[in-house]
């Protein structure tokens, strides 16, 4: 299943909303994670199932969508939020987008 | 505290063997099926295997099938990925993940990442 992300780079200032998307090329059935990886570092989950926040992670952080179309939105961009962004799904499978790198306008 | 610690990465020639392992701490290693993904130089994120909680089921991305074997042993919470024949597309971060389904789920936790490179 192909995963498409959009934008491929986002500039934002702090405090911003900030949104980023995924679109699937088939219905996931919310069966869809969001992971953050900064530079150097391993990726870290922020939200499964489209839309349940992981444990500790800040609450700023939300998901949302349902069949192809989904959504990570940052509601008040925080310096520490820069990084690059990966959907991935889990319907059939795992496949991952290109990712959204984020970066401070 | 969960950690996933990768090693044996590093330089190989095409066509050669490397082994990878994963020391795992910080949950029960045996209730979890595991996953390996790899991300090339500036490249996204790819998955290349996942084992099943017992080891009783294997599964690979087409383009390593025949090539990787995934293994854990559950005695020494240690998951492995044995790589042959490898290529010079191979080169890669490898990642040792946590696969809360066994193919069926979110990647909840992931090590650092150790460095294959696949090169004359």
């Known amino acids: 299943i192909q995963m498409t992300q959009s934008p491929s780079l986002l500039s934002a200032s702090v405090g911003d909303r900030v949104t980023l998307s995924c679109k699937a090329g088939?219905?996931?059935?919310?069966?869809l994670a969001w992971y953050q990886q900064k530079l150097g570092e391993a990726p870290k989950l922020l939200i499964y199932?489209?839309?349940s926040l992981q444990t500790g992670i800040p609450s700023r952080f939300s998901g949302s969508g349902s069949g192809t179309d989904y959504t990570l939105t940052i509601s008040s961009l925080q310096p520490e939020d820069v990084a690059t962004y990966f959907c991935?799904?889990?319907?059939?499978?795992?496949?991952f987008g290109a990712g959204t790198k984020l970066e401070l306008k | 505290e969960v950690q996933l610690v990768e090693s044996g990465g590093g330089l190989v020639q095409p066509g050669r063997s490397m082994k990878l392992s994963c020391a795992a701490s910080?949950?029960?290693?045996?209730?979890?099926?595991m996953a390996w993904v790899r991300q090339a130089p500036t490249k996204g994120l790819e998955w290349v295997a996942t084992?099943?909680?017992?080891?009783?089921?294997?599964y690979y991305r087409d383009s390593v099938k025949g090539r990787f074997t995934i293994s854990r042993d559950n005695a020494k919470s240690t998951l492995y990925l044995q790589m042959n024949s490898l290529r010079s597309e191979d080169t890669a971060t490898y990642y040792c993940?946590?696969?809360?389904?066994?193919?069926?789920?979110?990647?909840?936790?992931w090590g650092q990442g150790v460095m294959v490179t696949v090169s004359s």
């Open positions: 084992i099943s909680y017992d080891g009783s089921s294997t």
């Open positions: 199932n489209a839309n």
């Open positions: 088939q219905n996931i059935n919310n069966y």
């Open positions: 991935q799904q889990y319907n059939s499978w795992y496949t």
């Open positions: 993940t946590r696969d809360l389904g066994g193919g069926y789920s979110e990647l909840d936790y």
């Open positions: 910080g949950f029960t290693f045996s209730n979890y099926g």
